[in-house]
């Protein structure tokens, strides 16, 4: 089993609608959760981070975590194209910066 | 959110020579910083973390002797990529740790 498993998609969303990514993890002592946003050809840029159950809101973007059942997700509301991308979830362990990637789902925004 | 600046952004270099990238965290100091690599449409792969003031611990399967990586102060990191081969042709990125873990640009390798 991957320590960190997302769909690798493709996702693909009409434009204004909510797009829903969903990421596991294996590892029940994990602390913090990131979700990044990596355009093609760049290197990621962090959207959202989240240590503790529940939702996490910032503008269009929202995190949710559930401890207990080892998950995370990404909603992004009102979907625009330039939010086409792929999106890596991440995961970082108790007193360990390391992070531990996700493969990626690849969202397409259709307008 | 905090910057880490890498540069170059791309290099060419020749078969058997070797290319250094440098890691920069420009507004906070950084004990720790990561260096990744990324093949085209995978996911990126942890090479190793770089330590101020101590050696960087490689991850399983990587060679420190032929990735060296020297983090000779709290804002700067280097990765070098010795006796370089095309099939070291990637994208390297790093990162570091301010209030959450930043991303560089991403430094593009290509080695023919």
């Known amino acids: 089993q991957k320590e960190v498993e997302q769909n690798s998609g493709p996702l693909s969303v009409p434009e204004g609608a909510i797009a829903s990514l969903n990421c596991t993890y294996s590892?029940?002592?994990?602390?913090?959760f990131f979700w990044y946003r990596q355009y093609s050809g760049k290197s990621p840029e962090l959207i959202m981070s989240i240590y503790s159950n529940g939702d996490k809101e910032d503008g269009r973007f929202t995190a949710q975590l559930n401890k207990a059942s080892q998950y995370v997700s990404l909603l992004i509301r009102d979907s625009q194209p330039s939010d086409s991308a792929t999106y890596l979830c991440a995961v970082n362990g108790f007193g360990n910066e390391k992070l531990t990637f996700g493969t990626g789902t690849r969202l397409t925004i259709i307008p | 959110g905090a910057v880490v600046s890498q540069h170059p952004s791309r290099v060419i270099c020749k078969s058997g020579t070797s290319v250094k990238i440098e890691c920069r965290s420009l507004d906070f100091q950084a004990t720790t910083m990561f260096w990744y690599r990324q093949f085209p449409k995978q996911s990126l792969m942890l090479m190793a973390t770089s330590n101020e003031g101590s050696k960087a611990t490689y991850e399983q399967g990587v060679e420190k002797d032929k990735f060296l990586i020297n983090h000779a102060s709290l804002t700067l990191s280097t990765l070098t990529v010795t006796s370089a081969h095309p099939e070291d042709s990637s994208f390297y990125i790093c990162?570091?740790?301010?209030?959450?873990?930043?991303f560089g640009e991403g430094s593009w390798l290509t080695v023919v």
């Open positions: 590892d029940r002592v994990s602390q913090s």
């Open positions: 990162s570091a740790r301010d209030t959450a873990i930043y």
